[in-house]
């Protein structure tokens, strides 16, 4: 043993990304459709992007996006209905290609999934070369790219993953984890959604040294308990374990707006984006049974709303209705409204079956 102590142990953690996913499906599938820039999902009036391929992305064309959005980005846009069936069997054989490598594999999403392999089922000498070997079979069984990031954590893997896209493989090394950090915008961080990245800026916090420099107890005092994980991650760290099988209680978004509201009319179409957004997240693979919406005043109170249903919630429209109920009697508001948000949980553990599984509204 040296005088220093034993050298740290690090973790081995690859996260993996399909690039475009369903996009990528439905041009491999149907040769006329590559190269074009393509949207998954419904073309009419209230049809919402499911997924755009990288052509479609250039023009600004985003999953979630309004299709009347989409189109006038891009008048030569090819819309094709979504195929889930498919999808969830494509990323089933690539999960039976994560198998082959370690027990311990965290999916976040059809297309996405955290891998441990500190002590992998089939060793090639380092996480690095495991993640390469995935990502050519990925190609040579399934005709699709993926792309990787390798760390010592499951935030730092993530963002190697971007770093990289489509196609590539990046790793951050313990060395270069805190230093990686540094001038990334908050706005990138895994976990720091658009909400409480402006709250972060408004504490003049833009990038992570700005939130390095800021203590725990500062952190925690203005972000509640993930105030330390904020700390963590500013400094390249992150203990969070790579959960198998883990099921995910709840899939939500919120947005905070520049200026107060008060009136019903605009709160129907933030709450149509809302639903719209939750629902691609869910991406078919995702059986709710309970909406909650929240409102947050200009005070900083806040107030929830839910309804649970018999059945899992079927279609994007149902949960925009739900969430327009719920949200009704609080509207017009007295006082200004900061914040709302929409939430699906309470998911149904059995297959769907039926209409709840087929029903995709978009």
């Excluded at 999953?63 to 209905?81: D, G, H, I, Q």
């Excluded at 054989?93 to 002590?119: C, K, M, N, W």
């Excluded at 935030?155 to 270069?176: C, E, N, Q, Y």
């Amino acid at each position: 043993m040296s005088p220093s102590g034993p050298a740290p142990v690090y973790r081995r953690i690859i996260h993996i990304d399909m690039d475009a996913f369903y996009a990528s499906v439905e041009q491999r599938d149907n040769p006329d459709l590559r190269g074009l820039p393509l949207a998954v999902g419904g073309s009419k009036e209230r049809g919402v992007v499911a997924a755009a391929s990288y052509e479609a992305r250039t023009f600004g064309v985003r999953s979630a996006m309004a299709s009347v959005t989409a189109r006038r980005k891009c008048p030569e846009l090819v819309f094709v209905p979504p195929r889930f069936d498919v999808y969830k069997a494509v990323s089933r054989q690539i999960h039976g290609i994560f198998a082959r490598y370690t027990p311990l594999i965290q999916p976040l999403s059809l297309d996405e999934a955290y891998l441990d392999v500190t002590v992998p089922l089939v060793d090639r000498g380092s996480a690095t070369a495991i993640a390469e070997e995935i990502r050519t079979a990925i190609r040579a069984e399934t005709g699709l790219t993926a792309s990787a990031g390798v760390s010592y954590n499951k935030f730092l893997a993530k963002l190697a993953s971007d770093h990289r896209k489509p196609d590539g493989l990046f790793v951050i090394t313990p060395k270069m984890g805190p230093a990686f950090v540094e001038d990334l915008p908050v706005g990138k961080f895994h976990g720091v959604g658009p909400a409480t990245a402006a709250r972060m800026n408004a504490l003049g916090i833009q990038t992570g040294m700005d939130l390095r420099r800021q203590t725990l107890a500062f952190l925690s005092a203005h972000f509640g308990k993930a105030g330390s994980y904020y700390y963590g991650v500013a400094r390249g760290q992150d203990d969070r374990p790579v959960e198998a099988d883990r099921v995910r209680k709840s899939l939500g978004a919120e947005t905070t707006f520049e200026r107060d509201i008060t009136r019903w009319e605009e709160v129907v179409p933030v709450v149509e984006s809302l639903a719209a957004k939750v629902w691609v997240a869910c991406g078919g693979g995702y059986s709710g049974r309970t909406v909650t919406v929240k409102v947050k005043y200009a005070d900083f109170h806040q107030i929830t709303r839910s309804r649970s249903c018999l059945a899992p919630i079927g279609s994007r429209g149902e949960l925009e209705a739900i969430g327009l109920e719920l949200l009704k009697p609080h509207f017009p508001a007295a006082l200004g409204v900061r914040l709302l948000g929409v939430t699906i949980a309470n998911p149904d553990t059995a297959e769907p079956k039926g209409r709840a599984q087929l029903a995709l509204v978009l």
